[in-house]
């Protein structure tokens, strides 16, 4: 099955400040990956998602990118903010499946 | 339209008993999912449902864990003679079918279970 490997675990960042998560899958047939947030003790949600007919994907201060040659992905995110603290997941999932496989997730602090 | 509901939200158990956890997915979705997730392990899928029947429980320990989604009422997750190793925060999820389905998963609050 699906393998999804997502670094860091943790990432402190200044106000202002870019942060980059890295997400790699080991199926090649995936074709969609979904970034999620979640605040402390609240629901994970959707923040920008990316299929596999496209490059980049860009959304105000979020941004992701996605190389399926190499078969990783990333979020970036400019101008941090402390609201941006939270755990950001990755997943991956082929055309074939309604089941997205999830990184372990990053814990980004964003110190003011 | 109100979201993915859980609950409960909190759940204390002793170790031998039963957790049930519920979930009621979004209005017109009928696709529910449960992750588990433990500190620093992020999400791992248990089980994905549809009215009455199982789709993919590969996630599913294969003792003392059990979930249903009936033709009527919540989709429950049934933890029997709960150890304290089943101590987590359990995500229930939904999506809708069809057309409709653009891949994005809808996560209710979570039921945090605490095993004593």
């Known amino acids: 099955g699906e393998n999804v490997e997502q670094h860091p675990s943790t990432l402190s960042v200044q106000e202002g400040d870019s942060a980059v998560i890295k997400c790699t899958y080991s199926d090649s047939a995936s074709n969609y990956f979904p970034w999620y947030k979640q605040e402390l003790g609240k629901r994970p949600q959707l923040i920008i998602d990316?299929?596999?007919?496209?490059g980049e994907k860009k959304d105000q201060r979020i941004a992701v990118t996605l190389n399926k040659t190499a078969k990783h992905f990333s979020l970036h995110i400019t101008e941090t903010q402390p609201e941006d603290s939270a755990v950001y997941f990755c997943?991956?999932?082929?055309?074939?499946?309604?089941?997205?496989?999830f990184g372990r997730g990053t814990s980004l602090i964003v110190h003011p | 339209n109100a979201g993915v509901m859980q609950n409960p939200r909190h759940l204390v158990r002793r170790r031998g008993q039963e957790a049930r956890l519920r979930c009621s997915p979004m209005k017109g979705h009928s696709h529910v999912y449960w992750y588990r997730q433990l500190p620093e392990e992020g999400l791992k899928f248990m089980v994905y449902?549809?009215?009455?029947?199982?789709?993919?429980e590969s996630g599913m320990p294969k003792e003392r864990f059990s979930a249903e989604f009936p033709k009527e009422g919540p989709s429950i997750l049934r933890i029997q003679q709960v150890v304290r190793g089943d101590s987590a925060a359990y995500f229930c999820?939904?999506?809708?079918?069809?057309?409709?389905?653009?891949?994005?998963?809808?996560f209710g609050e979570g039921s945090r279970l605490t095993v004593l």
């Open positions: 997943a991956a999932k082929t055309g074939g499946s309604y089941i997205p496989t």
């Open positions: 990316i299929r596999s007919n496209v």
């Open positions: 449902l549809q009215k009455e029947n199982i789709i993919d």
């Open positions: 999820a939904s999506s809708p079918m069809g057309q409709g389905n653009t891949g994005e998963l809808f």
